[in-house]
């Protein structure tokens, strides 16, 4: 089974065919003019990871909502269970640019992290 991508690892954005054992297993890859695009290929296909960025709602601050993401790319797999728990977050204390609202987001070794400083509401 033959698959076809695009490595996103650069902007030259080589046409990458990847060969599949099954569904979740590369067996070889073609296309990839340096050895990030064969990494990127098996990397999205056995095990995807992606950078969460949302918002979770505050109490007191000058905005309601705070943009957050995650420190580092998490599973892909795991993506659902993370908007589950940014719902139940809320930050009622000023926070920081890159200040943790959730240390250790979970179990994943991650932080979820402010993408901007936020101040009391008036
Ligand atoms: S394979 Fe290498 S050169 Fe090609 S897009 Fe990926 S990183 Fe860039």
Known sequence: ????????????????EVTLEN????SSVAGHQCPRGE??????IEAPMRTLTTA????????RM????????I???????AM??????????????G????ENFLGLGVDLVATRGLGPAD
Not at 23 to 26: C, D
Not at 66 to 73: C, E, F, Y
Not at 84 to 97: D, F, G, N, R
Not at 99 to 102: L, M
């Open 1 to 16: 089974m033959k698959r076809t991508m695009t490595c996103i690892e650069c902007p030259r954005g080589c046409a990458l």
């Open 23 to 26: 569904e979740w297993k590369v």
């Open 39 to 44: 990494k990127y290929a098996r990397q999205e």
């Open 56 to 63: 979770v709602l505050t109490r007191g601050l000058e905005l």
């Open 66 to 73: 705070l943009p957050v993401r995650t420190s580092a790319p």
């Open 75 to 81: 599973p892909k797999g795991r993506l659902m269970d």
């Open 84 to 97: 589950s728990a940014v719902k139940k977050i809320v930050v009622s204390a000023p926070v920081e640019t």
């Open 99 to 102: 200040q943790a609202v959730a």
